[in-house]
Structures are given as C-alpha cells and as structure tokens.
C-alpha cells in the first residue's frame, strides 16, 4: 500500500485542528451571550482532546474529553441556565490599555515561537516510556505510589473549596 499520500496527514490535522482551536477561542471572547460562549470553549476543549490524541496520550485525550468537554461544559450551561444573570455589553472601542494588551500578547507570541524554533529538542527512542506499561496503567501506579500524598491533599483541597462554595452561597441567599 501506497502511504505517500499519507504521509504528512498527521501534520495537515495538527494544523487544522489547531486552527479550529484558534477559532473557537476567538468566537469565545467575541460572542455577547454566556451560553455561546461555553459552547466555543467546549469546542476548545474538543480541539486540545483531538491533539493529545494525535501525540500519543489517548488516556489524556479521552480523560480531556469525559472531564472538561463533558462535565465542565454542561455544568457552566446549567449553571447559567439555573442562574438570573444580566447581560453586559462591553465597550466596543479601543482604550489605551487593550491596545498595550493587543502588542503584549503579539511580542509575547513572536517570542514565544522564536524559542520554540530555535531550541534543539531532544527525541528519545520509546523504548523506556512508561517502563513496559500502558498508558492508563502508568498513570495509576504513578499516581498512587509515588503521589499518593499530593493526589489526597489535592483531594481535600477540593472538599473544603466545596464547602466554601456552599457557605458562600447559602449566606448570600440568607441576606
């Protein structure tokens, strides 16, 4: 079989989805009302699931997608659903600071692009990855022997920013 047709496929899709990325992330931060907004973003975290399943981490890619595509999406949409919010416009017009904001993040990006270009990348051969395991089976046994105090106090960082989230909430409703 013929693969030279295929053979820079994987770099025209890097590209591509790369560019939907870029897209969506534009159309989120020009979009009016919060509900498109949330959807471009889950169109990002599509596009980032995409690339992490073009280099390789499929239990990144799949975790990317049953996480923040799925979970965090639907719960900002009924979030904002469930909630009274106004909408605010915007200014339309420049201000001096979002013009510095705007050659800020130029500069930043030329840098950011001639460091990448110009830094010599080290390519292993494969062999050592994981130390034989598959990807899942890598992470779990990482995960749980040697951060296993980390991953729980990243646990209990979460239950008392829960909590909180609850005190908040009921105090407000109290007032």
Avoid at 18 to 41: E, G, H, P, Q, T
Wanted: glycine share 8%.
């Amino acid at each position: 079989m013929n693969f030279s047709a295929f053979e820079h496929l994987d770099t025209l899709v890097f590209y591509l989805v790369s560019l939907v990325i870029l897209v969506c992330a534009v159309m989120m931060l020009n979009f009016r009302k919060v509900i498109y907004m949330v959807l471009a973003m889950g169109g990002v975290f599509v596009g980032c699931a995409v690339l992490f399943l073009l280099l390789g981490a499929d239990f990144v890619g799949i975790a990317q997608v049953m996480i923040y595509a799925g979970a965090i999406t639907i719960l900002m949409m009924f979030a904002i659903m469930l909630t009274n919010h106004e909408a605010v416009e915007p200014e339309a017009r420049w201000s001096l600071q979002k013009a510095f904001s705007a050659i800020g993040a130029v500069v930043l990006g030329a840098v950011l692009l001639l460091v990448i270009r110009s830094t010599h990348w080290v390519v292993g051969d494969g062999r050592h990855i994981n130390h034989g395991y598959a990807n899942p089976v890598a992470i779990g046994l990482d995960l749980f022997r040697e951060y296993t105090i980390p991953f729980e106090l990243v646990s209990l960082l979460l239950l008392v920013s829960l909590v909180g989230a609850v005190l908040i909430a009921r105090e407000r409703k109290e007032d």
